[in-house]
């Protein structure tokens, strides 16, 4: 399995560095392993979901037209 170092993966995801080695020591990247002080993340590994956002679905036209009467 190849690897790749936390700043790459913040470089690959569009996050910090200290956001990718805290998403690590949270064990939310699977298959994160810990040599020394050095995080490896699977190349191949999804950027974890935000947790602090909730997505929610778009208003499709006829609900945006609707009033609140």
């Known amino acids: 399995m190849e690897y790749m170092s936390c700043p790459e993966a913040a470089k690959k995801w569009g996050i910090s560095e200290r956001r ?3 998403l690590c020591k949270e064990d939310r990247i699977p298959g994160v392993s810990k040599i020394g002080y050095m995080w490896l993340i699977p190349k191949d590994a999804k950027k974890p979901a935000d947790r602090r956002r909730k997505e929610q679905p778009l208003p ?3 609900e945006r037209g609707k009033s609140n009467d």
């Open 60 to 62: 499709t036209p006829q």
């Open 20 to 22: 990718v080695q805290i």
